[in-house]
């Protein structure tokens, strides 16, 4: 399996000088398995660049799509996204979080949010319905896992046929109030993955200001790591006010920590571009 972001930013897109280096684009992330099925986890403006990757290569085979759930920056980059314009593409939409999100999303393509109707996209537009809780996709086994977050949201693990896995873990608040997750609950779904992505939108000075808003401290994540013990843990949805540098600085304190706390899980502070080949566990 090879995962790239294309998207790292939280909320919404953050261009300019200071976020350069990371990146300004919200959450997108392709995952290739090992028989070369691409998936798309979420559809912010990250998107973009991952329909002219694909638009560039050539690849007519279909692109599964799953979205955490359908907050702005999670959905913006979709009519963006160049594939949906060829009439040899094929996009298939998986399940979302809850009925009332499955409802919205039909909303996008309506005339009002943008100029092309739903019922002008040349590419098939699907909606997957996989049976029961564990999806074949290509090679891989697709399971979801509800978060804490306003509205609902969903995780995502991936297993590949070749022995590696992921998981994907935004927006999500751990510790909330009423939490509908736990962090073992999540320590167990993400257990020993290769690769283990959480929304990391917060450090302590946002607090308690931001508590409820459904994000995930920094600290909090770094736990998350000790316990499930991924081969990598990868620090995601950055706050659109978050610096280059302070992402940087953000990086070197959680290396800091885990190398006291759990110096088996490697660190990444996820930034676009960033691909990782993942071996077997
Ligand atoms: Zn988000
Ligand atoms: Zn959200």
């Known amino acids: 399996m090879r995962v790239t972001f294309h998207g790292v930013r939280g909320s919404v897109p953050a261009p300019g ?5 990371y990146g300004g684009n919200t959450s997108c992330v392709e995952v290739r398995l090992s028989d070369g099925s691409t998936l798309a986890l979420d559809a912010g403006t990250g998107l973009r660049e991952l329909g002219k990757t ?3 290569e050539g690849r007519q085979s279909p692109v599964h799509l799953f979205l955490s759930h359908t907050h702005w920056d999670h959905v913006m980059g979709l009519p963006f996204f160049a594939p949906l314009y060829d009439k040899n593409n094929h996009l298939l939409v998986y399940p979302l979080a809850n009925e009332a999100q499955e409802r919205f999303q039909r909303n996008i ?3 009002i949010h943008f100029p092309v109707s739903v019922h002008d996209i040349p590419s098939k537009v699907e909606f997957a319905r996989p049976d029961g809780d564990v999806w074949q ?10 978060l804490n977050h306003p509205g609902g949201a969903q995780g ?10 992921m998981a994907y873990l935004t927006d999500n608040e751990m510790n909330a109030a009423r939490p509908i997750i736990t962090v073992d609950e999540l320590a167990r779904f993400s257990d020993g993955v290769n690769l283990l992505i959480h929304d990391a939108q917060y450090v302590p000075a946002d607090m308690p200001h931001k508590r409820g808003f459904g994000h995930s401290l920094v600290e909090d994540v770094l ?16 706050d659109p006010d978050r610096s280059d540098d302070a992402l940087d600085q953000i990086g070197l304190e959680a290396k800091t920590w885990l190398t006291e706390h ?15 080949d993942l071996g077997k566990r």
Do not use: M, N, W
Request: glycine content about 8%.
């Open 109 to 111: 393509f309506d005339d």
């Open 17 to 21: 000088p200071q976020t350069s280096r």
């Open 156 to 165: 995502f693990r991936i297993d590949d046929d070749d022995g590696s896995s």
């Open 137 to 146: 996709v290509g090679s891989a086994r697709v399971r979801r896992i509800q």
């Open 223 to 238: 736990k998350l790591g000790e316990y499930a013990r991924p081969k990598d843990l990868v620090l995601f949805h950055h």
């Open 54 to 56: 694909l638009a560039r």
């Open 262 to 276: 759990a110096k088996d899980v490697g660190l990444l502070v996820a930034h676009e571009g960033l691909a990782v």
